[in-house]
């Protein structure tokens, strides 16, 4: 079974205003790796995947310098679930 990958959220911002989200990316890179935006109907910055110590240990490195976030699992990394099978 493969391990979960744990996420960090750093913050969502509108794309009319990208360098809120840039800004916040180069605070967090500056202390951690893995830091990017991702597009959709927001910027988004999160970092990661991390295996669940290492996510806890950075974000307690950007708690312990002002950043706030919240870890997070990323389901695009688990494994799918069995389907049940048909009854018939």
Do not use: C, Q, W
């Amino acid at each position: 079974m493969k391990k979960e990958s744990k996420m960090i959220m750093l913050g969502m911002f509108s794309k009319n205003t990208p360098e809120y989200a840039n800004k916040r990316k180069e605070e967090a890179a500056g202390l951690i790796e893995k830091v990017h935006i991702s597009e959709g109907d927001y910027l988004v910055v999160k970092a990661g995947p991390f295996d669940k110590a290492t996510a806890e240990e950075n974000m307690a490195k950007l708690t312990e310098n002002g950043l706030e976030g919240y870890i997070y699992t990323d389901k695009a990394e688990k494994e799918p679930e069995e389907a049940p099978e048909a009854v018939g």
